[in-house]
């Protein structure tokens, strides 16, 4: 149950939830803000500040009095999700893109399972509530997720012509879109600990990881030969270490996209930090045997891309409209707010 509200959670923060919630009264739930005319209830606003607060202090409430001015970042994020979720909406209007009364029923049979599963309704609404969610909002990422998944296949087809992906746009699109990098990754946290099952050594605290990446870093400035300490080294587990990886824009997490498109081939990163760790980067030439062994896989990378384009430029078109008193949606205000009882 846990896991699966994690992966809804997880995939609404890059596309947003769609639909407006209904359940809670408009007096405790009111509208706090508009995004493109679409109203934006205090649940929906609440479920993603509270999650990217989470992302960003662990829990440590103790991070906002040292970090006061990460808050206006929080702020951003949901703004940005928000923004997106509008425009999943309205690409999915203008395609004609939308739910059947079939696919709606069995979202509900899910939850319903959902609830047995678990054990029943009070220890359903405890997991409901670790993640700020409540079965409105629950019920809302299962329809985005459907939504979404329908609207990429539509977009992505041939017959749409939406997404142009033709042998010819992709070869192009390859030479000025895609690069091929190596990584050392270093990994920190939670993840660092999670690297014990695999080696056997004990858990690094932070500054021990930052150490070994010096370390590292050293020895590949000085000359080192880089393939050898990523074979050595990388806690990447994902990466071949031969090939590397062939990527695209906004597919790895911020901080990595940036550092690697700003290399030039040859070249090596500094230290970089992301949420999974430290990484150093370097960028080689691209193989022409590899781009047409996996030409396919190229192109499902690319058609992704463009989808986060076309969706990134809707929602660049919308505006965010805040309607709520400031103390309304204030963190002090949203940790302690709860939802009304829902009603049938």
């Not at 607060?53 to 006061?68: Q, T």
């Not at 300490?229 to 790895?252: C, R, S």
Request: a negative charge.
């Amino acid at each position: 149950m846990k896991n699966i509200i994690y992966k809804l959670f997880a995939a609404a923060l890059v596309i947003a939830m769609l639909l407006p919630l209904a359940s809670c009264s408009d007096e405790n739930n009111p509208t706090v803000a508009k995004v493109g005319g679409r109203a934006v209830k205090l649940d929906e606003y609440r479920y993603f500040y509270l999650n990217y607060k989470r992302d960003a202090d662990g829990g440590d409430e103790g991070y906002w009095i040292e970090n006061p001015s990460d808050i206006p970042k929080i702020e951003t994020l949901v703004e940005s999700a928000l923004k997106n979720n509008r425009a999943l909406e309205k690409l999915a209007k203008k395609y004609g893109v939308s739910l059947s009364a079939e696919e709606k029923e069995a979202i509900d049979a899910d939850i319903e399972s959902l609830i047995l599963e678990q054990g029943g309704e009070a220890a359903f609404e405890a997991q409901l509530k670790e993640n700020y969610l409540t079965k409105d909002v629950l019920r809302t990422l299962l329809i985005r997720s459907i939504l979404e998944s329908k609207l990429r296949q539509m977009m992505y087809s041939e017959m749409s012509n939406i997404i142009d992906s033709t042998d010819a746009t992709l070869e192009r699109d390859i030479l000025l879109n895609f690069i091929r990098v190596k990584h050392v990754l270093i990994k920190t946290g939670a993840l660092a600990a999670e690297m014990v099952k695999y080696t056997g050594e004990p858990v690094r605290t932070d500054e021990e990881s930052y150490d070994l990446i010096q370390k590292i870093y050293d020895d590949a400035a000085a000359g080192g030969d880089f393939d050898a300490l990523v074979k050595e080294y990388n806690e990447d587990t994902a990466m071949n270490p031969d090939d590397g990886y062939y990527i695209t824009h906004d597919e790895f997490l911020e901080a990595f996209d940036e550092a690697a498109f700003a290399l030039a081939e040859g070249e090596l990163s500094v230290i970089i930090k992301s949420a999974n760790g430290y990484h150093i980067i370097k960028r080689y030439p691209m193989e022409e045997e590899y781009i047409n062994d996996y030409f396919d896989e190229l192109r499902e990378k690319y058609k992704a891309r463009r989808y986060h384009e076309i969706l990134t430029e809707a929602a660049a078109e919308l505006k965010l409209d805040i309607k709520a008193e400031p103390q309304t949606i204030s963190m002090e205000s949203l940790l302690i707010w709860q939802p009304a009882p829902e009603t049938d």
